[in-house]
């Protein structure tokens, strides 16, 4: 989907207001149920005018549903045109209501126990209890059941959005539910206009799909879903999904998506779309049997969960990207095989980015592109889509985007307190100035009056003395008088400047007051919306745009020179011959009020026939006029901060003089941007097969029978730390030299993982892939073991555990015959059964306890798929009772301690024991040596006598 991305930390956002909160504003389509967070988050002043009269002369209004004939028509009055606005407007200003859909590659007993909970918890009307934003006392309110999507598979909507069941006490099982089930991979949360792309699409599991611009990866999850289902007779995937973006922090999120599904189908990478290559040109026209082209837009068909919308919405964002939409769906074209299908998409109900897009599309691809009717499906007659546009109105804003954007910088609350700082020191400094200026002033011209009175007396010195006395008489009087009027002088001046300051002071502080009682009344204030016209007429309507300050252009060769590189000619509608030709109306227009849902456009193209020579020239024509366009664009915005994409495209195009797609160097660099930050180098290293010496150990000690081997790669070097295992169809694009154009992020499956040099082979199994190397795993093979239930369940724990532990003796005796190292065991009744995917990667301990070598997340899964499986059982997961395993860790530290503490004191006392017994050996030669001195004493005592 295409999406404008909004930063939530903004101004409107999140605070609280206080509001009537009108039972009557709370109410929806859903039978009059009310819905819990409506407009909690939004602004109740909450519109943009330029957005109402722009599509209300648009015409998008003009159409109602039928009741009887059930699909859309022409409205016949203005009543219904009116009915039509109004239900527009109530409803894009209520919270987007959340959805999910249960995974199409859950096994059915799983899916049916999936739907059985899904029906207890949120099937049947209930009550809430919430408080609103400047409500004491809570209110309740009644809650719709959730609703099947009756045009996705598996799909549900609820009554209520995300923050909600996130919130509220009530929906905590709920929301619990909904973050197990997702991590485990059977759920995904995923807007309702979300899911419709790839059911157009159409995907079977042996297509080759591209992903245009893939992040954040939630239709590519549910393409990948498809693909990744193994025919029967295979043993793994046949077909393949390349999801692509061109930010390379953003693809890394598509690796956290597609790891959920656990297929080796796929491949992640990172360029700009416009440049994706061709490859084996030689062969055929295109590459992929299916394109999805889900290109980035302006986002206002997503203002119900993105509320700055409302503000920054301008038609200049259309003009903008609708040059990069077009490069991006022409190039798309070109890499669709023929037969095989191109879906365009964006999240806008601008035609600028939709039909304009497509019909010139249709245009430069000279009859090779066709649109498809979806509504004629069955499987789609459910859904309520309008038909697209024929015709539309060019309308251009009467200020270019940098006079916008300059206003909006100018105008915001940040920007005027500086503005005001500003001026209040520049007061300060001027005033300071001029006292500095009127002080040396005073100052010269003392100095002055002193030197010219110094030169007079020295040229008096000969005259009288009376004369003189007289003249210093009349001196010394003078000055007198002259200091005393200066002093007045200063002293007023004084006086004047601080009544000046002060007068400025108060005139501020008043301004100050006056700006913060407006900024309170503008809070106060609700600025009323547009609202539908007098009367639908086109002078009507014209006349409210123009007041809003649009220009309209009836023809590309009235557009001013300035603008055309902007406004171009495909912005335009066609000609009625070409409209009838092109049948624009088989595009699919969701607008929010039709199925409660965000504003989406779609269309499906179908390649019947090669690019003729004409049409080839035609495109390429068009892709380098785009280029050059955004070459200027970047050019005239060298002083403001270029996105990386076009500071791309600008380097790209320094040599267009040169093949592009014969210059692989050149390609390189237009494909990966290697100074994003904040990302390492990983996505730098290629892929490489990985060394015989490393595979052959592996597969003799697995006992892996007809294994390809060409199909383990590793990162960097043969013999890296993971070994990864790639789908045949990825390993034919990796082979075709894919990953010397463009940056590959990840691909495939983990399959084996270094382990320690103990082991009998230097790698063990990853649980990650173990679901396609245990088919190829002999049946007499020592490390694989096909268990009981009981068996089974116990192996799902925490931690190392004992095999006296609840297992049987025969699992325990042939886990002991194992060498130290990894094995598999797998539920019987099982074996081959692989989509189950119920066999679990075990560690055999150097003591007599085994490990359990899977995720937190993937065990949950486990567990729900057992209790599916076995619905009349209820299971005890003993060793996976994470509170008894840190409680278990908690006793073996207290014992150790304890040994460590007995030890400590058995040393105390022998080392006492030792000193008694070095004392005692001191005082027995101390009383030797006295009986020695008493008996030489005794004996010269004798002597003597």
């Not at 990069?324 to 806008?348: E, F």
């Not at 930050?677 to 052959?696: H, L, M, Y």
């Not at 094995?823 to 081959?832: K, P």
């Not at 027995?924 to 020695?932: F, I, L, R, T």
Request: with cysteine.
């Amino acid at each position: 989907m295409g999406r404008q991305r909004q930063r939530r930390g903004q101004k409107g956002w999140g605070k609280k207001r206080n509001r009537d909160n009108n039972k009557d504003n709370n109410k929806d389509n859903n039978g009059g149920y009310q819905r819990f967070g409506n407009d909690e988050r939004f602004p109740s002043w909450q519109t943009n005018r330029r957005m109402e009269a722009y599509y209300a002369y648009q015409g998008l209004h003009n159409t109602c549903w039928d009741d009887e004939k059930k699909c859309y028509r022409d409205c016949a009055t203005d009543d219904e045109k009116t009915k039509e606005s109004l239900r527009w407007m109530e409803t894009i200003k209520k919270i987007l209501p959340a959805s999910f859909r249960i995974g199409l590659n859950t096994d059915s007993v799983v899916r049916d126990r999936l739907e059985k909970e899904i029906d207890d918890m949120v099937g049947k009307e209930m009550e809430l209890k919430i408080k609103k934003d400047g409500e004491e006392e809570e209110t309740t309110i009644k809650i719709a059941p959730s609703k099947k999507i009756p045009f996705i598979p598996n799909g549900y909507q609820l009554a209520v959005d995300r923050h909600t069941i996130r919130r509220n006490p009530k929906l905590k099982a709920l929301f619990e539910w909904l973050r197990i089930q997702t991590e485990a991979g059977f759920v995904s949360r995923q807007e309702t206009v979300s899911m419709i792309p790839p059911v157009v699409l159409d995907v079977e599991p042996h297509h080759q799909v591209l992903d245009m611009c893939a992040a954040p990866g939630s239709k590519t999850g549910q393409i990948f879903e498809i693909i990744s289902k193994i025919k029967e007779g295979e043993k793994e995937p046949v077909g393949c999904v390349i999801a692509n973006d061109a930010d390379r922090k953003r693809a890394y999120l598509l690796v956290h998506q597609l790891k959920r599904i656990h297929s080796p189908a796929n491949l992640v990478t990172s360029c700009d779309a416009q440049f994706f290559p061709m490859l084996w040109k030689k062969e055929q026209e295109g590459m992929f049997d299916r394109v999805l082209a889900d290109v980035p837009c302006s986002g206002d068909g997503t203002m119900r969960k993105n509320a700055m919308v409302w503000k920054n919405w301008s038609s200049l964002n259309s003009y903008g990207l609708h040059s990069l939409q077009l490069a991006l769906a022409v190039h798309g074209a070109r890499l669709t095989k023929v037969g095989g299908y191109l879906c365009y998409s964006t999240c806008a109900m601008n035609p600028i980015e939709n039909e304009a897009v497509v019909a010139e599309l249709i245009r430069s691809t000279d009859g090779a592109l066709e649109l498809v009717d979806n509504l004629e499906r069955k499987d789609l007659k459910d859904m309520r889509a309008r038909p697209g546009w024929s015709s539309w109105k060019v309308l251009r804003e009467g200020k270019s985007r940098r006079e916008v954007k300059d206003k909006q910088k100018k105008n915001n609350e940040k920007m005027q307190e500086r503005r005001r700082q500003f001026d209040e020191h520049k007061e300060r400094t001027w005033e300071k100035k001029e006292d500095e200026k009127t002080t040396k002033e005073e100052e010269n011209s003392s100095d002055k009056k002193a030197d010219a009175t110094s030169s007079k007396n020295t040229a008096s010195e000969d005259k009288n003395k009376r004369t003189w006395e007289k003249k210093e008489d009349e001196k010394t009087t003078k000055e007198e008088e002259n200091s005393s009027d200066k002093k007045a002088d200063a002293t007023s001046s004084k006086n004047t400047a601080s009544e000046d300051k002060n007068k400025s002071e108060n005139s501020s502080s008043k301004d100050d007051t006056q700006k913060t009682n407006n900024k309170d009344e503008k809070e106060k204030v609700v600025i009323e919306p547009l609202g539908p016209p007098s009367d639908w007429t086109t002078a009507t309507l014209k006349g409210r745009c123009d007041k809003e300050g649009y220009i309209e252009y009836e023809s590309f060769d009235k557009v001013e020179e300035k603008y055309k590189s902007t406004c171009r000619q495909s912005c335009f509608p066609p000609t009625p011959k070409e409209a009838t030709a092109m049948k624009l109306d088989r595009c699919l227009r969701f607008l929010p009020h039709d199925m409660d849902t965000s504003g989406f456009f779609v269309a499906l193209l179908k390649k019947v026939k090669p690019l003729s020579a004409k049409a080839r020239e035609r495109t390429a024509k068009l892709v380098q006029q785009i280029r050059n366009d955004q070459i200027n664009d970047n050019e005239e915005k060298e002083e403001e901060k270029a996105d990386p994409p076009n500071k791309k495209v600008k380097l790209d195009n320094d040599n267009n003089n040169k093949d592009e797609s014969n210059d692989k160097d050149t390609e390189k660099k237009k494909c990966i941007n290697y100074k994003s930050k904040g990302i390492t180098a990983g996505g730098n290293e290629k892929f490489v097969s990985a060394s015989e010496s490393t595979i052959d150990p592996l597969i003799e000690y697995y006992g892996l029978q007809n294994f390809p081997k060409d199909q383990l790669m590793c990162r960097a070097k043969p013999e890296g730390k993971t070994i990864y295992f790639v789908g045949k169809a990825v390993k034919r694009y990796m082979d075709g030299g894919l990953q010397d154009r463009i940056m590959t992020i990840n691909t495939g499956l983990k399959a084996f993982e270094r382990n320690n040099n103990e082991c009998a082979v230097g790698y063990r199994v990853n649980q990650e892939g173990i679901h396609y190397l245990v088919p190829y795993m002999t049946e007499s093979c020592a490390p694989l073991m096909v268990v009981d239930v009981d068996d089974f369940v116990n192996c799902i724990g925490v931690g190392a555990f004992e095999l006296g532990e609840g297992f049987s003796s025969d699992f325990a005796e042939r886990v002991r015959k194992l060498p130290v190292g990894s094995f598999v065991v797998i539920l019987r009744g099982y074996e081959t059964a692989y989509a189950q995917k119920m066999m679990m990667v075990m560690w055999r301990c150097r003591g007599d306890n085994v490990n359990c070598l899977v995720s937190k997340v993937e065990k949950l899964g486990m567990k729900s798929k057992l209790r599916a499986l076995f619905p009349d059982r209820k299971f005890d997961f003993v060793n996976d009772d994470e509170e008894k395993f840190k409680k278990k860790m908690e006793d073996r530290k207290k014992e150790k301690k304890a040994a460590e503490a007995l030890e400590a004191k058995s040393d105390v006392v022998m080392e006492g024991a030792a000193d008694d017994k070095k004392k005692n050996n001191e005082i027995k030669k101390v009383a030797e040596a006295k009986s020695d001195v008493v008996m030489e004493g005794a004996a010269n005592d004798q002597e003597k006598k």
